[in-house]
Nanobody
Framework: QVQLAESGGGLVQPGGSLRLSCAAS????????IGWFRQVSGKEREGVSC????????YYADSVKGRFTISRDNAKNTVYLQMNSLKPEDPAVYYC???????????????????????WGQGTQVTVSS
């Protein structure tokens, strides 16, 4: 079965760093789109970063550009989100997702709301506190 599992969340001070992992099983993620999202309780889910399925191009939300980096290790079948210079507004539950069996619109950013993801992990909590 297609499954995704996030890990690496925890408590970090402002300005600190964390690396989140998204381990895929049941499929090989090399040529699929992968996205990182975050959500605070009671608020809308926000796209953070992604790798587009059509060409492997990466995208970042304006709020995290220059601080977060998405990467993929095909040998480990895992996607990472390196988070540096963490800010008080970054705490959330972080989720990864894949477009395994969807048809994303051509030319769209993989952070666009019309770019569909069909498999999601359970999330990992990130807390930023001094």
């Amino acid at each position: 079965q297609v499954q995704l599992a996030e890990s690496g969340g925890g408590l970090v001070q402002p300005g600190g760093s964390l690396r989140l992992s998204c381990a895929a099983s049941g499929f090989t993620l090399n040529y699929y789109g992968i996205g990182w999202f975050r959500q605070v309780s009671g608020k809308e889910r926000e796209g953070v970063s992604c790798i587009r399925s059509s060409d492997g191009r990466t995208y970042y939300a304006d709020s995290v550009k220059g601080r977060f980096t998405i990467s993929r290790d095909n040998a480990k079948n895992t996607v990472y989100l390196q988070m540096n210079s963490l800010k008080p507004e970054d705490p959330a539950v972080y989720y990864c997702a894949t477009d395994y069996n969807t048809y994303p619109p051509y030319g769209s950013s993989c952070l666009d709301t019309k770019y569909e993801y069909d498999y999601w992990g359970q999330g990992t909590q990130v807390t930023v506190s001094s």
